[in-house]
Structure formats: C-alpha cells, structure tokens
C-alpha cells in the first residue's frame, strides 16, 4: 500500500480546521483517556491501521493496560474490565459511527445520558464525528502506519 497523496500539504487549511476540533475536544472536561479508547474504537469500526496503530500507541502511554486494548473490540463481553461511562461510551461510539445502519436509537441516547450530562454528550459526540472524519480522510488517502514505517 502506498500513500495516494499528502491532504496535509494539499489543505494545510482544512487540516488546521480539523485540529482545532481535536483541541477543542482535547480542553473538553472529558478524560483523554476515555477519549482515545473512543478513537480507538471508532477506528476498529472503520477498519483504519493508520489510527489503530497511532491510538494503540497513545493509549500505551497512557497507561492503559493491554487487557482493555485486547478486548476493545469485545467491550460488551468483557465484564467489569469497562467500566459503566466507558460502556456507555462505546456503544455511543458504536451507535454513532454506524449511523446509517443504526440510526442512533432512542434506546442508546437514555443509555449514555445515564452516564454524561449534555455538554459532555454533545463533546462526545464531537469527538466521534472528527474520528470518522480522520479516518476517513487517512483510509482515503492510504496513511501509512507508523508500525509499518518502522519495518
């Protein structure tokens, strides 16, 4: 896989946009954390290696331990590993990024509102927007992983 172009230097512009959402969603009062294990769950969903390998990696250094990364593609079988905002997160995520397909039901809107009040929803949901768009944007574009740089 090559890379089909540089959107960085094609439209620093709209690139700068972009990042002024990530900064925007990086001084939000939700935790960097739980915002990264939702980056990277959006990007299992997408199917996109550039943002799988960079939030892996992210995480990592967070701290987070591999069990949870191991199992974030199976959140909803893996116990007490989640805990109830990061379960609610995800499906949230989940429900988000496949829109089309789930159209966002009543049903997980009451589920995550159990677990965020309506600035951090709207944050949230933010933050999953702009994953889709990075994503589609580096899958787009062929990004090449930073594992896959190192070989």
Known sequence: ???RLDYNQIAPTGVKALGGVYGYVTQSSLPAALVELVYLRVSQINNCAYCLDMHTRDLLKKGMKIEKLALLQAWP????????RERAALAWAESVTLVAQTGVPDAAYE???????????VDLTIAIGLMNTYNRMAIS?????????EI
Not at 111 to 121: N, S
């Open 77 to 84: 079988e893996a116990g007490n590993l989640f805990d109830a």
């Open 1 to 3: 896989m090559s890379k």
């Open 111 to 121: 589920a995550v509102r159990a677990e965020f009040d309506e600035r951090e929803l």
């Open 141 to 149: 574009f062929r990004n090449t992983p930073q594992a896959v740089q």
